[in-house]
């Protein structure tokens, strides 16, 4: 995927457990975001970050949070994943004539 | 109001039709216009961007009306292939944040 990788690619959590969604970029871009897609709803911006040691909220940021320590990694916390969190994520970069360039996705049932 | 309304279809079209698709939106602040492609379970990818002069990809052509505020896309000559949802997005703002349509799906068929 054009340099954006994302892990975990599938994932079911308890309701009140945390994990962390990874997105890894090696395309040098200061710019990396994350979405959530749900059904009959556009894409929804969660946070964002314009570069190392910068990061801000989004549409929907309650819920998560994330840091931007190096500019290659962007990771996404969940810390108590609730039902309502049950959703497609995006990690996604800006650059280039490219424009944004998405991760595969990671698709996170919570029960 | 949706800051971005599409028609989520699904447009039915045989191969080879021409079929149209239409996108409102309602921030006239937005500064950049996309159109991008999902197909089923995958992520979305940049198929063009919408310039106000109008522009053309092969079989694909992108309008802007920024008076209407509305933008379009023109597929001539329909694939097998080109069974998708088309999402509309907008940029706005200096971080050039996208707002998303919801997609309007097409099935090309025999």
């Known amino acids: 995927n054009a340099g954006v990788t994302q892990t975990p690619k599938f994932q079911v959590l308890k309701t009140g457990q945390s994990m962390t969604l990874q997105c890894a970029q090696d395309m040098n871009h200061e710019y990396m975001s994350w979405y959530r897609q749900d059904p009959g709803m556009g894409l929804r911006l969660i946070h964002y970050s314009v570069g190392a040691g910068i990061t801000d909220q989004g549409e929907v940021p309650n819920g998560y949070n994330v840091s931007r320590s190096t500019t290659e990694d962007f990771p996404l916390r969940l810390l108590s994943a609730a039902p309502s969190q049950t959703s497609v994520y995006f990690c996604?970069?800006?650059?280039?004539?490219?424009?944004?360039?998405f991760g595969s996705g990671t698709r996170l049932t919570v029960v | 109001r949706k800051e971005v309304e599409q028609d989520p279809g699904p447009f039915n079209v045989p191969e080879g039709a021409t079929v149209a698709f239409n996108c409102t939106y309602s921030?006239?602040?937005?500064?950049?216009f996309f159109w991008y492609r999902q197909d089923c379970r995958k992520e979305p990818k940049l198929l063009m961007s919408?310039?106000?002069s109008g522009n053309e990809d092969g079989r694909f052509t992108a309008q802007l009306n920024r008076a209407s505020q509305y933008i379009s896309l023109l597929i001539r000559d329909s694939k097998l292939s080109d069974s998708a949802t088309y999402l509309c997005?907008?940029?706005?703002?200096?971080?050039?944040?996208?707002?998303f349509g919801t997609g309007t799906r097409l099935q090309v068929t025999l």
């Open positions: 921030n006239s602040a937005s500064q950049s």
């Open positions: 919408v310039y106000s």
């Open positions: 997005v907008l940029g706005a703002g200096t971080a050039s944040k996208l707002t």
């Open positions: 996604a970069i800006r650059g280039g004539k490219a424009g944004y360039t």
